[in-house]
């Protein structure tokens, strides 16, 4: 059985506290962004590397660690890939990309979690140092997801902490404080 999937628009988040996760996303300093997105980097190299049944699903229809994990890992990556985007076109506008068919094609249930964690730790590393590099100037260069939701550097950042904390929760129910 494969989860259920998210269709839900989770840009809400950038003006309100997320009742499951705790975060307000949208208040979140961009300065702040790089720490708290390398944090959640390395707890999820934790889950990953610690976990016994990482790869198991706590009910089959909600993803297991493992699963959500790769999910962050790439989310990493496609968040790195889309601000490098942001910051050498005027507007541009992201392919679509649809996290539960990648899931399965991808084969996230199959993955070795010790290579999911050095991937992720490598992409959250890269986008890390590019949240570092920005100037203020391009704090406001905007991009639009496929669906027309508009996005600045910093909402696109504050929105990319939103993901990733709240899959942290998905896993250890643990809410931001």
């Given amino acids: ?3 259920t999937p ?6 809400w988040t950038l003006t309100q506290r997320c009742e499951e996760c705790g975060l307000t996303a949208g208040q979140v300093d961009i300065a702040e962004i790089p720490d708290k997105a390398e944090a959640a980097a390395a707890e999820w190299v934790q889950i990953l590397t ?3 049944a990482v790869a198991a699903r706590p009910y089959p229809d909600v993803w297991s660690p493992l699963e959500y994990g790769a999910h962050v890992r790439d989310v990493y990556r496609l968040f790195d890939a889309r601000l490098a985007l942001m910051l050498v076109e005027d507007y ?3 392919e679509n990309w649809d996290q539960d068919e990648t899931a399965i094609s991808e ?12 991937e992720l730790a490598a992409a959250a590393e890269s986008f890390v140092t590019r ?3 920005l100037s203020p ?5 905007r991009g639009r997801r496929s669906d027309g ?3 600045t550097v910093t909402t696109f950042a504050q929105y990319f902490l939103h993901d990733v904390v709240h899959h942290l929760w998905d896993v250890t129910g643990q809410q931001e404080i």
Avoid: C, G, N
């Avoid at 084969?107 to 050095?118: C, G, H, K, L, R």
């Fill in 137 to 141: 100037a391009q704090l406001e260069r």
């Fill in 107 to 118: 084969q996230y249930i199959e993955s070795d979690p010790d290579q999911v964690a050095a």
């Fill in 131 to 133: 949240l570092r590099s």
């Fill in 149 to 151: 939701a508009e996005f």
């Fill in 92 to 94: 541009p506008t992201f």
């Fill in 50 to 52: 610690s976990s016994p």
């Fill in 1 to 3: 059985m494969q989860p």
């Fill in 6 to 11: 998210d269709t839900k628009d989770w840009t």
